[in-house]
């Protein structure tokens, strides 16, 4: 299974540190060797601005994503999900 996580690159979310979060996951995937079964996408304005940055896994929405916390969100999310296939 893919797990496919879309990073909003809207102006909001761009403003709010977007491309952080970005290298950030980037370097995570990497580190855990798990290129081939995460994707990583930009998207365009998720709808919740005032919470960015925002993001989608799949069909989940998560809000409020930055450098701070997207360490936890990759482990507790991405490779929780990934050890329960």
Known sequence: MMITISICVGSA???KGSHKVIQELQRLIAE?????RVELKGAFCIGRCTE???ATVNDN????????NVE???HDTIMRGLSNE
């Open 52 to 54: 960015g940055v925002s």
């Open 72 to 74: 936890l969100f990759f």
């Open 61 to 68: 929405e998560f809000f409020s994503l930055n450098e701070n």
């Open 13 to 15: 979310c761009h403003l």
């Open 32 to 36: 855990n060797k798990v290129e081939n």
